[in-house]
């Protein structure tokens, strides 16, 4: 039987799409290899958000092609649909697919239309049906015009064999973004914000459930504008409300959203359903008003910390945690320490801090007073102390209290990982069966996790 195996780079939704390949492929009779060196089929679902995520894609072909040399390499994703030329240059690679057409990569690799041998190796091409191309191998690259695109389209979410070591699978509502940051690729390889109808969320939703899940994350590339995109619009409090009500889903986890979306009412559903994970991701990139006013998001620094303190106020024991970019042209000494006594002010439980990375066509790869490479990493690492001091003191505060937490997988030693409903990081005495939300007992302070002893374990 032939085998596959998937390796993916990046967000949330691209390990969405991951899962949603592996299904492709196994539904087409292949088996999944544990490891690529095991697998006839080595599909690299890449990521195009910085220059060190195309680097990373590249060293993973040379990687696998040393480990694998009879394998072959499909090279699908943002980085795909950005440079596909690029891509199909590398020795190697047998066939790149773009997003937009990511829904069918298994059928444009597998299905023997790659030996038609009638188009023209390395070519980009226009958005075309499947059925009404024939491909060439190696190296042909099929991608089309993402903006053809007006519905999210997406294999369904899976819970099968291939996904049984997992415990939190991702559930992709929403993809693409509408928003122009200056600084981002994303919309012109994902295309315009697209959602998926609400009775197939609840029907994909209640899947997972079948199967046994007991935490699911909703994720998008800009979540908090799941529905805008129908006729009439509807509104992501209306996505939440209906799975709370329609499906069986424990625990319901949101990934990401901007701060625009943070309305009232999503802040008062989060706090009041104990069927909703007490986490908050707000990306926040900068807290200098200028340079957010350059980066071109659409929200000040005051709007930012106000829906903050809604949030803290709304749930004190909450995690909040934001992406900070540092580096970004223009950012003097003076505009970063502005961003970093911003963040520090705030309470922030994690950051994840990224430093800025020029990307091919965007309005920030031609702005002047870019930052030295030496003096951006020297901000980040700024930052990622600080996170470090903000998570150590928000961890301290559950010393002798009592948390609930989903297993995760057991340890090597006599212990289980375990994540909180607040997005703790816990070492559970004990080895216990993954996917159960426990009651654990804090007990003491790691590096980077709790220590917790099993109280009770929840009836299903």
């Given at each position: 039987m032939s085998s596959f195996y998937v390796e993916n780079f990046g967000c949330r939704a691209t390990q969405s799409d991951g899962a949603a390949i592996e299904q492709q492929f196994s539904n087409r009779g292949l088996a999944r290899a544990d490891t690529p060196a095991a697998a006839e089929w080595v599909v690299l679902n890449t990521c195009a958000v910085t220059a060190a995520a195309e680097q990373d894609a590249r060293a993973a072909i040379r990687r696998i092609r040393r480990g694998n040399p009879g394998c072959k390499i499909v090279i699908t994703g943002c980085?795909?649909?950005?440079?596909?030329?690029?891509?199909?240059?590398?020795?190697?690679?047998?066939?790149?697919?773009?997003?937009?057409?990511?829904?069918?990569?298994?059928?444009?690799?597998?299905?023997?239309?790659?030996?038609?041998?009638?188009?023209?190796?390395?070519?980009?091409?226009?958005?075309?049906?499947?059925?009404?191309?024939?491909?060439?191998?190696?190296?042909?690259?099929?991608?089309?015009?993402?903006?053809?695109?007006?519905?999210?389209?997406?294999?369904?979410?899976?819970?099968?064999?291939?996904?049984?070591?997992?415990?939190?699978?991702?559930?992709?509502?929403?993809?693409?973004?509408?928003?122009?940051?200056?600084?981002?690729?994303?919309?012109?390889?994902?295309?315009?914000?697209?959602?998926?109808?609400?009775?197939?969320?609840?029907a994909e939703a209640n899947a997972l459930v079948a199967a046994g899940y007991r935490e699911v994350v909703l994720s998008g590339i800009n979540l908090g504008r799941w529905g805008r995109d129908f006729q009439p619009q509807q509104r992501f409090t209306e996505l939440l409300r209906a799975l709370l009500e329609h499906s069986g889903i424990a625990k319901l986890r949101i990934s990401s959203v901007e701060p625009m979306d943070w309305s009232d009412e999503l802040i008062a559903l989060v706090a009041g359903s104990p069927r909703i994970a007490r986490h908050a991701h707000v990306p926040l990139q900068s807290g200098s008003d200028r340079i957010l006013r350059r980066m071109h998001r659409r929200y000040r620094p005051w709007h930012y910390a106000e829906k903050i303190r809604k949030i803290h106020e709304a749930m004190p024991h909450a995690a909040i945690g934001a992406d900070v970019m540092v580096g970004f042209p223009g950012e003097t000494e003076e505009l970063f320490e502005e961003s970093r006594s911003f963040v520090e002010h705030l309470p922030f439980t994690y950051l994840h801090v990224f430093t800025y990375s020029s990307r091919p066509g965007t309005p920030s790869a031609a702005m002047p007073d870019q930052v030295p490479v030496h003096i951006a990493r020297e901000r980040n690492r700024i930052l990622r102390d600080l996170a470090v001091e903000k998570n150590l003191a928000f961890r301290r505060g559950f010393l002798g209290r009592t948390l609930d937490a989903i297993t995760l997988q057991t340890g090597n030693s006599d212990s289980t990982e375990a994540l909180s409903d607040n997005y703790l990081k816990i070492s559970i005495a004990g080895r216990h069966k993954p996917n159960v939300w426990m009651s654990v007992q804090i007990q003491g302070v790691g590096d980077g996790s709790l220590m917790a002893a099993a109280k009770a374990v929840p009836s299903p």
């Open positions: 980085y795909a649909q950005r440079a596909p030329e690029e891509i199909a240059a590398l020795a190697g690679v047998f066939c790149v697919v773009g997003n937009s057409h990511k829904h069918q990569v298994a059928d444009i690799a597998v299905s023997g239309i790659l030996n038609a041998r009638e188009c023209t190796p390395g070519a980009a091409q226009g958005f075309v049906p499947l059925e009404s191309v024939a491909l060439s191998a190696p190296a042909f690259t099929l991608v089309g015009d993402i903006f053809a695109h007006t519905e999210l389209l997406a294999a369904p979410v899976f819970a099968g064999d291939s996904m049984a070591e997992k415990t939190r699978p991702n559930l992709k509502v929403q993809d693409g973004c509408d928003n122009r940051c200056s600084f981002c690729v994303i919309p012109s390889v994902r295309g315009q914000s697209r959602s998926m109808k609400l009775d197939r969320v609840i």
